[in-house]
Nanobody, 123 residues
């Protein structure tokens, strides 16, 4: 599966933005997906995950209540709606596909990674 994340940019604190991730493979509709983020000098951090049918979602505590992960299996696309953005959300965001169909917070269960899209939130 090839993944391409896009939609990042430069916004101000309190703004909203939606990231998208296009998948090249029809197996997307059977695959659990996730979003991670990384800043220079830090390890990659789990952000959100969604099961194959959207029925189960997980969020990190740092984004819970502000971010919403969703998917369109008809469009082979994963989304991350980010509201009430904060400067600490600044990072490169990556979408990823798991080895199975379920949502998971464990990075070792993710098999495919896309190129990231950069988000900068200024105060």
């Amino acid at each position: 599966v090839q993944l391409q994340a896009y939609g990042g940019g430069s916004v101000r604190s309190g703004d909203s933005l939606r990231l998208s991730c296009a998948a090249s493979d029809r197996t997307f509709s059977n695959t659990g997906m996730g979003w991670f983020r990384q800043t220079p000098g830090k390890e990659r951090e789990f952000v959100a995950s969604i099961s194959w049918n959207g029925g189960v979602t997980f969020y990190s505590d740092s984004v819970k209540g502000r971010f919403t992960i969703s998917r369109s299996n008809a469009k082979n696309t994963l989304y991350l709606l980010m509201n009430s953005l904060k400067p600490e959300d600044t990072a490169v965001y990556y979408c990823s596909a798991t080895q199975g169909s379920q949502a998971t917070m464990n990075s070792y269960e993710y098999e495919y990674w896309g190129q990231g899209t950069e988000l900068t939130v200024s105060s």
